[in-house]
């Protein structure tokens, strides 16, 4: 049977479509728009075990039926859901309507669809969560701590729609989120036949999938954004200082998704990928992979890290659950920058 994959257009879902496609899943993916429902089906070469259908509203748990059951396949059902789609912008403004609805509402539906299913052999949920359900900002740098899956944002939905940044209301909608699906599931426990699986994500850095690369920098998603950040101040600019201390390679993260549907271990296991870094190493390492644009990349002072200065992750239960090895950020940016600049127009 198909896996549903909600926001196929998204940065981490291409990637994700693209592992399932070489692991032989059938996949069924969720867009707002035909344009964009055309643009992945390009992208994945019109893969023949890749269809997109249009749900215009992520929390109308009828729209995702209705496309489950009219997609062109001969399957009109699903084994499992992969719901990555939730806003991740933090120029939004109208935080309660634009940020908190779509992903508490999308996650609610998602469950409401995959009880409905359940009865024609859905048996999981993967919910693409972050850290900023499991990490308290307010808390500060706190050099002593050592985030893992077990801690939580305490952020509330009135903290989202009344807070004072977008980033803020952004992970107040992913913690009342995922707090929302783990709720349902109890809720719901007599009569679920299917399990969950959170995956919390840090800051996702990465390539994009050919035929999916944003028009320009401002169109940049906003974790690769930090890497775009570092790498255009120029070799005597500053270092900008680092923000988001977590990240994750988007191959991790996508193989995270493809192991989640086959492994026992991880249901009902909320999972964290990540591991820290600082922008300085961001510089250092982009500094040798990438010295076609040395002059880019800001020398800062190289060899300097945060690491002593802030919290700490341990993601390695995690990983072990899953079966993961975590990218190197050398990696991750060796196929990054070219991308980058070539976004932005040095070719
Ligand atoms: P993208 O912005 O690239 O993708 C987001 C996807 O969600 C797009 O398909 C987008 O569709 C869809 N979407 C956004 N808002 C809505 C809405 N109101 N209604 C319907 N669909 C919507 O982000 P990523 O790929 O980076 O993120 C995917 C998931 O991973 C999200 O849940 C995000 O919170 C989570 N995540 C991301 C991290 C990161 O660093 N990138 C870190 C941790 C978690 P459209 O193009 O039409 O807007």
Redesign the pocket.
């Known amino acids: 049977a198909r896996v549903l994959v ?8 291409a990637h994700v479509i693209q592992q399932l496609l070489r692991a032989e899943y059938h996949v069924l993916g969720t ?3 035909m344009a ?1 429902a055309n643009l992945v089906l390009k992208a994945h070469g019109n893969h023949p075990s890749l269809s997109v259908s249009v749900v215009e ?2 929390t109308d748990a009828q729209a995702y039926i209705d496309a489950i059951e009219s997609s062109a396949s001969t399957d009109r059902s699903i084994s499992a859901i992969l719901h ?6 933090y120029s939004l403004t109208n935080f309660e309507n ?1 940020l908190l609805l ?1 992903a508490v509402k ?1 996650t609610e539906a998602i469950l409401d669809i995959a009880r409905h299913f359940q009865d024609r052999g859905l048996r999981l949920v993967v919910h ?5 359900c499991i990490y308290n900002a307010s808390a500060g740098p706190c050099p002593e701590k050592t985030y893992t899956s077990a801690d939580w944002s305490p952020l509330t939905y009135e903290d989202g729609a009344k807070a004072p940044n977008a980033p803020r209301a952004y992970r107040a909608a ?1 913690t009342v989120a995922e707090k929302k699906a783990w709720a349902y599931m109890k809720t719901h426990a007599a009569d679920l036949r299917f399990g969950l699986v959170s995956l ?5 850095f990465g390539p994009f999938v050919d035929g999916m690369w944003p028009s320009s920098p401002a169109a940049l ?3 690769n954004k930090i890497v775009w950040d570092v790498v255009r101040q120029g070799e005597s600019g500053i270092v900008p200082p680092t923000k988001a201390a977590v990240w994750v390679d988007v191959r991790d993260v996508a193989r995270a998704h493809v192991l989640a549907l086959s492994s026992e271990a991880a249901v009902g296991q909320r999972l964290l990928l990540g591991q820290v870094y600082c922008n300085q190493e961001i510089a250092d390492e982009a500094r040798e992979v990438c010295t076609k644009y040395r002059s880019r990349i800001p020398m800062g002072e190289p060899g300097r890290r945060d690491a002593a200065r802030h919290f700490r992750v341990d993601a390695s239960q995690d990983a072990n659950i899953l079966g993961l090895m975590w990218t190197p950020l050398r990696d991750c940016l060796k196929d990054l920058l070219p991308q980058l600049y070539r976004i932005e127009g040095h070719v």
């Open positions: 909600t926001g196929a257009n998204g940065f981490i879902a867009v707002r728009s964009k509203d992520i990555l789609a939730a806003p991740f912008s634009e779509p999308g693409t969560n972050s850290f900023a992913k919390c994500p840090a800051m996702v998603n906003e974790s």
